[in-house]
């Protein structure tokens, strides 16, 4: 597959250390009086598929756009579905998937309520969809967190989602039936806090992986609800793999789960006690031998949060910390909160490189990158230098894995705490491009 060659940044930025080839496509202006259209858990919020780029946003709270971009000649065809959309609560997100025939799946607008989920009617199209519908009619009625994950080779697409409450969930997966048009539930929850003592919780998971073998990797963190609601009380990294999409559920040793997994069931990957600011829902990769990839942010020794990266080294798990914050915040209070870093997105090239992506505080509110080879941080650069206000990165995970371009979909957005007075506000929205070296 021809794809359109990304602009050299001689010719349109300043020379970087990382950077080798820039492209900026704008695609309009769109809602931004909240993260809606910028939170890291889309997943994905942009996808590549047979060489048209797919992205899907809120418009207004009649409007969801959805966008076809043409890799090789950049033309921009859009299709807006009409609609009742509430955007004044950031969890409402959208997430795209596209299944091994070419059609295209969107859930959206669902924070502990009904499913809301559309199909496509022509293959690889964008114009013609079916009514709101449901998957199956189970466990649909509380969820959050919808999740395309895949496909891959001979695994079908996944939907990953929560069923209950911040405080009382479990994760469920159903699975895409192509020939029959159809979704299937598995029989059992993945991950349960449900009835748990002396807390009932949650689990809250980074964005998932499949592997270049097709195995599944999932990590995710439990958070409890204590006497103190206001307190964010995250604990633990924990792991779980599938080797046949999502049926079975394994530890990084292979020992089999007994499904859900509860809290003290859970393999603990990296010890993090309440009190530390661990943030929930960041992300993960895998690098050139399957090995898993984690980065997320929680309190250093002296209390301050700070960027780390945990990755499995001959079957154990190394920690390290990648950032120097000086400034101490706290994670505290219920729903979407005005946070002044952004949760960390990564990718791996095929030379094991890792690259991290997140905004900062450091260089007021820009995009960074990190490149680090093993334990070793070889760079920093500013990816994205305009203010992108409380945006988060919504990374095209498919693209980089087919041609090792970084793609991200870029738009400067509020984020009131607990969505809480939410001005009606538009801003530009992007698809960037990057060839990192």
């Given at each position: ?135 199956t009619g189970l466990h649909e009625n509380h969820v959050t967190y919808p999740t395309f994950i895949g496909p891959f080779d001979g695994t079908s697409l996944i939907f990953l989602y ?126 050139c031998n399957n090995d898993p990839h984690v980065v997320f942010y929680a309190n250093d020794e002296k209390g301050v949060p700070q960027y780390q990266y945990l990755r499995m080294v001959e079957g154990k798990w ?120």
């Open positions: 597959m021809t794809q359109r060659k990304i602009k050299n940044t001689k010719n349109t930025r300043k020379s970087h250390t990382l950077i080798k080839g820039f492209d900026c496509v704008k695609l309009g202006y769109a809602w931004s009086g909240n993260s809606i259209n910028q939170v890291i858990y889309r997943c994905s919020g942009l996808i590549t598929n047979n060489g048209n780029q797919i992205a899907a946003y809120y418009l207004s709270n009649k409007i969801i756009r959805v966008v076809k971009r043409n890799l090789n000649t950049n033309e921009i065809a859009h299709h807006d579905i009409s609609g009742e959309y509430d955007i004044n609560d950031a969890h409402n997100s959208i997430s795209i998937g596209v299944d091994r025939r070419g059609y295209c799946h969107l859930a959206y607008g669902c924070h502990a309520t009904k499913l809301k989920y559309r199909r496509g009617l022509i293959e690889g199209g964008i114009f013609d969809w079916t009514d709101e519908m449901s998957m929560r069923d209950g409450f911040h405080n009382c969930g479990s994760a469920r997966i159903k699975k895409y039936d192509e020939l029959k048009k159809e979704w299937n539930d598995s029989d059992d929850a993945i991950l349960s806090g449900v009835n748990q003592k002396p807390f009932s919780c949650n689990a809250y998971w980074n964005n998932p992986v499949i592997d270049n073998v097709g195995v599944l990797h999932l990590t995710f963190v439990w958070r409890y609800a204590t006497a103190n609601k206001s307190l964010v009380h995250n604990v633990n990294i924990c792991y779980a793999k599938s080797l046949d999409g999502g049926l079975t559920w394994r530890k990084a040793s292979g020992e089999v789960y007994k499904l859900p997994i509860t809290p003290d069931a859970a393999e603990v990957i990296q010890e993090i006690t309440a009190g530390n600011n661990l943030i929930n829902q960041c992300s993960m990769a895998t690098d190394v920690l390290k910390i990648i950032s120097k914050r000086s400034k101490k915040f706290n994670i505290f209070g219920r729903g979407s909160l005005h946070l002044p870093i952004s949760r960390p997105e990564i990718v791996i090239d095929k030379n094991n490189y890792k690259f991290v992506i997140y905004r900062d505080d450091v260089k007021k509110t820009r995009m960074k990158l990190s490149k680090i080879f093993n334990d070793e941080i070889l760079a920093h650069e500013v990816l994205v230098r305009s203010d992108i206000g409380s945006s988060e990165p919504v990374v095209d995970k498919s693209r980089w894995r087919e041609e090792n371009v970084l793609s991200l979909l870029v738009q400067k957005t509020k984020q009131p705490n607990q969505d809480i007075n939410v001005k009606d506000a538009h801003s530009q929205i992007r698809i960037m491009d990057f060839k990192i070296i």
